[in-house]
């Protein structure tokens, strides 16, 4: 019997199981029923690390398992609240009414509240702490001036349970600071006691882990095992609190990746805690649920979730492709930690994160802080380089803490790469406050008498789009353009790596003879290609991914790369893939940092819609590629940019855009388009001018799509995009329908809305591929 039978049969006993055993009003358990099928469609159902040592209770080794033991439906998301945007900490419900924290108390409240969430949907349950507890020391010698003792402590039932400690205490005066990190990570310790402080290294790691065992100690709380690590660590505090050496203001915890995620847990629930460094940690640390879906390009819920099962509640995969319905994100969590000294330590380019992630996250603590008046407590140490520390960084960690426990005074930026609200840009573009009000949007009607009667809108419709883009500054073309080799290229692609494609030659455009504006590229060509044959190109623009650019996709194939299986198909069917890192993304994330210093009448947007038209140029410097079948394939905000630029250049034949449609016209509290554009990323400022009256606004998607009329344009707009207001979107493709039809290019509208969320899936590969190649001419 096959994988895919076996799992099939699965999900049928779950689907029984649960209709069985959860009987409510009738249209809330058949929508939970519904939910139940989607979620089980689009999520990885195995876990891939599920083993005896990583069950995920202590009932059940899988997800599945749990599905099916406890017939646990989804929660009834229709009746909760959506939150695309973070979930505001300062914030809390008071008789159903959502109203601004000003008092300590109420922060009090907000913090338990936060606590109790948490525990449900994502970390499971502590027990209370142990009311006593046991040491012995097994061993202690001296080494190059410092203590070393390895401790074992014995607390729980029957003193069943058990936590390890090594201990390394330098000469020096008393009381001194500790520095607490996990077993895998003894070497940072080494440099800790360098700089006068306890090093403390405890048994809760994959490389040693006594707090495994709790899981069946303590069978009456479902915490799963990063909540069981945090709390081992509440147990070393125990114990530290114990020894007259240990300055107890100044206990701080660091870890790395998984340890990082555990550190911060760990401090939020424990005030005793004074002190955290956490790097690298990712989602389910730093990173928050919201932005950690395929569009963000980072580990997604249903990934993490799947290879990592055992870290989370199981109650939390049910929110994969409907992150903002969660109640709870790690924003809040963190904000626990306030106002004690925080430090978010990673690489802005290593594979499994998104610094624009982060820095919201951040941006959303720091709220905290300042409302505790600590907002010098917390800091960013933003690096480059792959995932692993290096002593350079874990010196500037140690560096924050001697400022934060007063022992040294070292100069601290926290440098940000995406420090940008519409309000700020707002104070600097006043008049433009007036100046929107004489602009009257272009509605795209729903029938024209005939092609001549829309083109005077058509004209006026590329106006408003200009208007909404800005001025763009003096630009001159490039001279030559070729390849280069790949030694030649950004070393920053080195680390993001790139899509992998075993039947293409790949061509890097860089840096010496570069596109337009010394933009860079890769052009993937098939290998078997005829050699006076033209081949039609797809430019290729990627989702939200500002770590890795066009690097990453959401499926994974066996290179690791989840674009190579997109571009093999692309390769396989006769095109020529050309793909970049559009402006702000991957290598060229340090581009745009002081964008709006440089260009304060322009926008990110204009910039990226230009770089295309730079891609178009750059056909023609390759004789082997046809510059009459130059087409676009846009992912997320991709296929945003990719609209807006076929729209102002005909020299592009076509257009495919997956879950890119998202209106600003209705933008609401649920679909916030345009505070998404307008401040969030900082892509369109001036949309921002219409956020309170989004109708107003010049001109939206179905006008942008009219614009590229008649020629092809396919439109995949996945039905449970959470992002895609799906009414609005339909009424967008109703009207540029019209106008295809007026055209008598009906077919050459396509519009696919598939099950799914917003990525590209193996399907719809196939499906893009097929459409581009029924448009060559």
Same mark, same amino acid.
């Given at each position: 019997?096959?994988?895919?039978?076996?799992?099939?049969?699965?999900?049928?006993?779950?689907?029984?199981?649960?209709?069985?055993?959860?009987?409510?009003?009738?249209?809330?358990?058949?929508?939970?029923?519904?939910?139940?099928?989607?979620?089980?469609?689009?999520?990885?159902?195995?876990?891939?690390?599920?083993?005896?040592?990583?069950?995920?209770?202590?009932?059940?080794?899988?997800?599945?398992?749990?599905?099916?033991?406890?017939?646990?439906?989804?929660?009834?998301?229709?009746?909760?609240?959506?939150?695309?945007?973070?979930?505001?900490?300062?914030?809390?419900?008071?008789?159903?009414?959502?109203?601004?924290?000003?008092?300590?108390?109420?922060?009090?409240?907000?913090?338990?509240?936060?606590?109790?969430?948490?525990?449900?949907?994502?970390?499971?349950?502590?027990?209370?702490?142990?009311?006593?507890?046991?040491?012995?020391?097994?061993?202690?010698?001296?080494?190059?001036?410092?203590?070393?003792?390895?401790?074992?402590?014995?607390?729980?039932?029957?003193?069943?349970?058990?936590?390890?400690?090594?201990?390394?205490?330098?000469?020096?005066?008393?009381?001194?600071?500790?520095?607490?990190?996990?077993?895998?990570?003894?070497?940072?310790?080494?440099?800790?006691?360098?700089?006068?402080?306890?090093?403390?290294?405890?048994?809760?790691?994959?490389?040693?882990?006594?707090?495994?065992?709790?899981?069946?100690?303590?069978?009456?709380?479902?915490?799963?095992?990063?909540?069981?690590?945090?709390?081992?660590?509440?147990?070393?505090?125990?114990?530290?609190?114990?020894?007259?050496?240990?300055?107890?203001?100044?206990?701080?915890?660091?870890?790395?990746?998984?340890?990082?995620?555990?550190?911060?847990?760990?401090?939020?629930?424990?005030?005793?805690?004074?002190?955290?460094?956490?790097?690298?940690?990712?989602?389910?640390?730093?990173?928050?649920?919201?932005?950690?879906?395929?569009?963000?390009?980072?580990?997604?819920?249903?990934?993490?979730?799947?290879?990592?099962?055992?870290?989370?509640?199981?109650?939390?995969?049910?929110?994969?492709?409907?992150?903002?319905?969660?109640?709870?994100?790690?924003?809040?969590?963190?904000?626990?930690?306030?106002?004690?000294?925080?430090?978010?330590?990673?690489?802005?380019?290593?594979?499994?994160?998104?610094?624009?992630?982060?820095?919201?996250?951040?941006?959303?603590?720091?709220?905290?802080?300042?409302?505790?008046?600590?907002?010098?407590?917390?800091?960013?140490?933003?690096?480059?380089?792959?995932?692993?520390?290096?002593?350079?960084?874990?010196?500037?960690?140690?560096?924050?803490?001697?400022?934060?426990?007063?022992?040294?005074?070292?100069?601290?930026?926290?440098?940000?790469?995406?420090?940008?609200?519409?309000?700020?840009?707002?104070?600097?573009?006043?008049?433009?406050?007036?100046?929107?009000?004489?602009?009257?949007?272009?509605?795209?009607?729903?029938?024209?008498?005939?092609?001549?009667?829309?083109?005077?809108?058509?004209?006026?419709?590329?106006?408003?789009?200009?208007?909404?883009?800005?001025?763009?500054?003096?630009?001159?073309?490039?001279?030559?353009?070729?390849?280069?080799?790949?030694?030649?290229?950004?070393?920053?692609?080195?680390?993001?790596?790139?899509?992998?494609?075993?039947?293409?030659?790949?061509?890097?455009?860089?840096?010496?003879?570069?596109?337009?504006?010394?933009?860079?590229?890769?052009?993937?060509?098939?290998?078997?290609?005829?050699?006076?044959?033209?081949?039609?190109?797809?430019?290729?623009?990627?989702?939200?991914?500002?770590?890795?650019?066009?690097?990453?996709?959401?499926?994974?194939?066996?290179?690791?790369?989840?674009? @190579?299986?997109?571009?093999?198909?692309?390769? $396989?069917?006769?095109?020529? !893939?050309? #793909?970049? &890192?559009? =402006?702000? /993304?991957?290598?060229?994330?340090?581009?745009?940092?002081?964008?709006?210093?440089?260009?304060?009448?322009? @926008?990110?947007?204009?910039?990226?819609?230009? $770089?295309?038209?730079?891609? !178009?140029? #750059?056909? &023609?410097? =390759?004789? /082997?590629?046809?510059?009459?079948?130059?087409?676009?394939?846009?992912?997320?905000?991709?296929?945003?940019?990719?609209?807006?630029?076929?729209?102002?250049?005909?020299?592009?034949?076509? !257009?495919? #855009?997956?879950?890119?449609?998202?209106?600003?016209?209705?933008?609401?509290?649920?679909?916030?388009?345009?505070?998404?554009?307008?401040?969030?990323?900082?892509?369109?400022?001036?949309?921002?001018?219409?956020?309170?009256?989004?109708?107003?606004?010049?001109?939206?998607?179905?006008?942008?799509?009219?614009?590229?009329?008649?020629?092809?344009?396919?439109?995949?707009?996945?039905?449970?995009?959470?992002?895609?207001?799906?009414?609005?979107?339909?009424?967008?493709?109703?009207?540029?329908?019209?106008?295809?039809?007026?055209?008598?290019?009906?077919?050459?509208?396509?519009?696919?809305?598939?099950?799914?969320?917003?990525?590209?899936?193996?399907?719809?590969?196939?499906?893009?591929?097929?459409?581009?190649?029924?448009?060559?001419?």
């Amino acid at each position: 019997m096959s994988k895919r039978i076996i799992i099939f049969a699965l999900v049928s006993m779950l689907y029984a199981t649960c209709s069985a055993l959860y009987a409510q009003s009738p249209a809330e358990q058949e929508r939970r029923e519904q939910y139940l099928k989607e979620i089980l469609a689009i999520n990885v159902p195995e876990d891939h690390r599920a083993n005896i040592s990583r069950r995920i209770t202590i009932q059940d080794s899988t997800w599945l398992d749990w599905l099916h033991r406890t017939g646990e439906l989804p929660p009834d998301f229709q009746n909760m609240v959506s939150v695309p945007f973070l979930p505001e900490p300062l914030v809390m419900d008071k008789n159903g009414k959502q109203v601004n924290i000003t008092s300590i108390d109420q922060w009090q409240v907000k913090r338990n509240d936060i606590k109790d969430k948490y525990q449900y949907w994502v970390s499971g349950h502590r027990p209370p702490a142990p009311s006593s507890f046991q040491s012995v020391i097994l061993s202690e010698h001296k080494e190059g001036g410092v203590l070393i003792q390895m401790i074992e402590m014995r607390f729980g039932p029957s003193n069943k349970a058990k936590m390890t400690i090594e201990l390394m205490i330098p000469d020096g005066d008393r009381p001194l600071p500790v520095y607490m990190t996990q077993w895998s990570h003894r070497n940072w310790a080494q440099l800790a006691v360098e700089r006068g402080y306890i090093a403390c290294v405890y048994a809760a790691a994959d490389k040693k882990d006594d707090t495994q065992d709790y899981q069946e100690i303590y069978p009456d709380y479902d915490f799963t095992c990063l909540m069981r690590r945090a709390w081992g660590a509440s147990r070393v505090v125990d114990y530290l609190y114990t020894r007259p050496e240990v300055d107890k203001g100044k206990i701080a915890i660091t870890g790395h990746s998984r340890n990082g995620k555990q550190s911060l847990w760990a401090a939020a629930f424990d005030d005793r805690i004074t002190a955290v460094i956490t790097s690298s940690c990712g989602t389910g640390g730093i990173t928050p649920w919201r932005f950690s879906d395929p569009q963000y390009c980072n580990q997604t819920l249903d990934d993490i979730t799947a290879n990592a099962a055992h870290w989370f509640h199981p109650r939390l995969r049910f929110f994969f492709g409907r992150e903002d319905k969660l109640p709870v994100d790690q924003n809040l969590m963190i904000s626990l930690i306030a106002p004690r000294p925080l430090l978010f330590q990673y690489s802005i380019v290593e594979e499994q994160l998104n610094p624009w992630a982060n820095e919201q996250c951040y941006q959303s603590v720091k709220k905290v802080y300042d409302f505790l008046k600590a907002d010098n407590k917390i800091a960013v140490y933003a690096r480059l380089g792959e995932h692993a520390a290096m002593a350079r960084d874990l010196e500037r960690g140690l560096d924050f803490l001697d400022i934060q426990f007063g022992r040294k005074q070292y100069p601290w930026v926290n440098n940000l790469y995406f420090d940008f609200t519409f309000d700020k840009w707002a104070k600097t573009h006043q008049a433009e406050k007036q100046t929107k009000n004489q602009i009257h949007p272009v509605i795209l009607q729903s029938e024209y008498r005939d092609t001549i009667a829309f083109l005077s809108d058509k004209k006026l419709i590329q106006h408003h789009i200009d208007w909404l883009l800005g001025t763009k500054p003096p630009q001159v073309k490039p001279v030559e353009i070729v390849p280069v080799p790949s030694f030649e290229t950004d070393w920053i692609g080195w680390i993001t790596k790139r899509p992998v494609v075993p039947n293409a030659d790949i061509m890097h455009i860089a840096p010496y003879t570069a596109m337009g504006n010394h933009m860079c590229g890769n052009l993937y060509v098939p290998k078997n290609r005829k050699k006076d044959a033209k081949l039609p190109v797809i430019i290729y623009l990627h989702s939200y991914s500002y770590a890795h650019g066009y690097a990453h996709g959401y499926n994974k194939d066996l290179t690791g790369r989840g674009n @190579s299986h997109l571009f093999q198909h692309l390769i $396989d069917k006769g095109f020529a !893939v050309l #793909a970049i &890192d559009m =402006f702000g /993304f991957g290598t060229r994330m340090l581009e745009a940092q002081y964008f709006y210093d440089r260009f304060s009448e322009w @926008s990110k947007m204009g910039k990226m819609v230009e $770089d295309v038209k730079y891609c !178009v140029d #750059a056909v &023609d410097a =390759f004789s /082997f590629l046809d510059n009459k079948n130059i087409f676009i394939l846009g992912n997320t905000i991709g296929g945003t940019v990719g609209m807006i630029a076929a729209a102002q250049d005909v020299r592009i034949a076509g !257009v495919a #855009a997956v879950a890119s449609v998202t209106p600003w016209r209705t933008s609401n509290k649920q679909y916030a388009s345009i505070r998404s554009y307008a401040d969030a990323h900082g892509f369109i400022p001036r949309l921002g001018w219409f956020v309170d009256e989004p109708g107003k606004v010049p001109a939206d998607y179905a006008e942008i799509m009219a614009c590229i009329a008649p020629r092809p344009l396919m439109i995949v707009a996945p039905a449970l995009d959470r992002y895609e207001d799906e009414k609005a979107v339909q009424s967008c493709i109703d009207a540029v329908s019209n106008l295809y039809d007026i055209y008598g290019k009906k077919e050459s509208l396509n519009v696919q809305k598939p099950l799914d969320i917003n990525r590209i899936s193996w399907e719809m590969t196939d499906q893009i591929a097929d459409f581009f190649q029924q448009q060559i001419k």
